[in-house]
């Protein structure tokens, strides 16, 4: 730790808040999906908002009760949403690349994710990535396996912001986990401001910094927009990503500033393994996320989880 870091603070435990569906809670919700899954269309639209809505009124009313206290309070860096409906049996060998990955079986996945995620606001996609889809897929695909993107699957996926270069990001991401892998756990950490100096803090506040869209979009600006990487008006909140941030040039101070701050991120990554059934909703702003590194088959059976950017209604 260098002296810009407190010391005190070598590492903080995230908050995860932990909602166990109960077997009935969850027959529910499976019913409510399947009832779904005719409608969906996948793409941009995947559901008509009205039925998707009129769905999600019907969800279990603990569940209901519980993630609104997620979305209002805003206090845990990642909810997880236990017990989720898995139709096994539905499901189709795990393609090896996103694709292929809108599937007959997971069709009624999709729904299932949707539906939790209208609790914390509206699911929508990127025209940018995987096709502007609003449900997206992440497998490990063959060639992919040192990317920077969630394809990859020997290389670990450093932390990040969801989409940080883009003001409209999301204020969630929903992971629902179809399939899991040895090892290939996903991460979270975040800022204590307290873990680092007043000063250093204030640095990170003033737009000194440069994020480049990642990979998993066709974007490529001409110019970067100098931006802050933790909120000048809440420090709890930040905007950053391992890969693809850096300080403005000719700028020492504010790359010293960087160098701690990825420091504290990554003294607090930690684990957050999904098993199957598993929707985690990681807070995108006060939160980053990754995942570990994992040695993929590309045999049908690999991890396979469906992705929602949720919005949270104003
Ligand atoms: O694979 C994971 O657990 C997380 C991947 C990821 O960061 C993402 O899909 O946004
Ligand atoms: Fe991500």
């Known amino acids: 730790m260098n002296d810009h870091v407190r010391e005190h603070t070598t590492m903080e435990r995230a908050s995860i808040e932990r909602i166990e569906l109960s077997e009935q809670e969850r027959h529910q919700v499976a019913r409510l999906a399947t009832e779904l899954a005719p409608a969906f269309v996948g793409g941009r639209s995947p559901l008509p908002t009205r039925l998707l809505g009129e769905a999600a009124g019907r969800l279990p009313a603990r569940l209901v009760a519980e993630v609104a206290q997620v979305r ?22 795990t393609p090896q690349h996103w694709r292929e990955a809108q599937t007959a079986g997971s069709v009624v996945h999709a729904c299932v994710l949707l539906l939790v995620a209208d609790l914390l606001g509206e699911s929508f996609g990127w ?15 063959p060639g992919q396996e040192d990317s920077l993107v969630s394809s990859s699957s020997r ?13 409209q990001r999301a204020d969630f991401v ?25 000063d250093v803090v204030e640095v990170l506040q003033q737009p000194r910094f440069l994020l480049r869209p990642d ?10 927009a100098r931006t802050w990487l933790v909120d000048p008006s809440d420090a709890r909140r930040i905007r950053v990503d391992r890969d693809f941030t850096d300080a403005v040039a000719d700028d020492p101070e504010a790359a010293r500033a960087l160098d701690d701050l990825v420091e ?51």
């Open 155 to 167: 290389a670990e996926l450093a932390w990040h912001t969801e989409d940080a270069y883009f003001e």
């Open 127 to 141: 025209a940018s990535q995987q096709d502007g889809r609003v449900v997206t897929d992440v497998v490990p695909s």
């Open 174 to 198: 929903g992971l629902f986990c179809l399939r899991a892998a040895t090892g290939g756990a996903t991460t979270v950490s975040f800022l204590d401001p307290a873990q680092l100096s007043a």
């Open 264 to 314: 504290v991120l990554d003294a607090n990554l930690q684990d957050l393994p999904l098993a199957p059934g598993d929707i985690a909703f990681v807070d995108n702003a006060v939160a980053v996320h990754g995942r570990r590194s994992f040695t993929p088959r590309f045999d049908g059976t690999d991890r396979w989880l469906k992705r929602v950017n949720v919005r949270t209604r104003a």
């Open 215 to 224: 990979d998993a979009h066709d974007v490529h600006p001409d110019d970067l």
């Open 72 to 93: 209002e309070r805003r206090l845990p860096h990642a909810c997880v949403v236990s017990g989720a409906p898995l139709l096994a049996e539905r499901l189709e060998p």
